[in-house]
């Protein structure tokens, strides 16, 4: 068994309690209140800056040029393409630039954006890669379901959502992040595969309180 497939499994309980979560279920269905959407949309901005971050380090991280390309391509996705999406859909929403600047991270967003970080910190790529997979890979996974739902790729306000994510372009981030962390723990004793494991659950829990976060719009209580 590979090592993703083993975190994979692992985490399923976790990952599927966020595809049924009713905030990605009403993506799915158009049934989303619009506002928890717009909430989303404006956490999920402030968290990709965070997240590009991470991919940088990513690049000082890399032993070797096709890893550093590696990452530099998956940098370019999101600051240049999944971020480009976020501000189109912003503008379609009605919610300014300004706005979206503004925002205030809430406190799911900079405890999930801070724990990303703090683990590329630590200055292993391994460590870095299984922080943030679950998001480039579970975002494949819910998009791909999603995409299989009656209307949902063409829906008015998430259909581009859901075309987005159920790309080949979106799903070969992920792809690429599972291989290279696969070629990283050949390496590892299972101590390190141990420690490697709960970085990537952490961060699927963190995925599944962002779902909850932003049904519920829940920001600083005062």
């Not at 692992?10 to 506002?35: C, M, Y």
């Not at 999101?78 to 503008?91: G, P, V």
């Not at 391994?126 to 579970?138: E, F, G, N, R, V």
């Not at 709960?198 to 829940?218: C, G, H, P, Q, V």
Request: aromatic residues 12%; hydrophobic residues 40%; contains cysteine.
């Amino acid at each position: 068994m590979k090592f993703s497939e083993r975190i994979r499994k692992k985490a399923d309980p976790v990952w599927e309690k966020s595809h049924q979560h009713p905030f990605v279920q009403g993506i799915g269905n158009g049934t989303l209140d619009i506002e928890a959407f717009k909430f989303y949309m404006c956490q999920d901005y402030k968290y990709l800056i965070e997240y590009s971050k991470v991919i940088a380090m990513g690049t000082v991280l890399a032993k070797d040029l096709d890893t550093m390309s590696g990452f530099a391509k998956s940098l370019d996705e999101t600051l240049n393409f999944e971020m480009d999406l976020h501000r189109q859909y912003a503008e379609h929403l009605g919610i300014s630039r300004d706005e979206l600047e503004s925002t205030v991270p809430g406190p799911v967003t900079l405890a999930y954006s801070s724990n990303m970080l703090a683990e590329a910190q630590k200055g292993s790529l391994a460590a870095l890669i299984a922080a943030i997979l679950p998001c480039a890979w579970s975002y494949h996974e819910i998009g791909l379901e999603l995409a299989k739902k009656p209307g949902a790729l063409e829906h008015e306000q998430y259909g581009e959502w859901v075309k987005m994510y159920s790309s080949d372009e979106f799903g070969s981030i992920g792809k690429w992040l599972i291989e290279k962390l696969d070629e990283l723990a050949e390496g590892c004793t299972e101590t390190e595969l141990n420690d490697l494991e709960a970085i990537f659950l952490n961060t699927s829990r963190y995925e599944y309180m962002f779902w909850d976060m932003a049904y519920k719009r829940e920001g600083w209580p005062v």
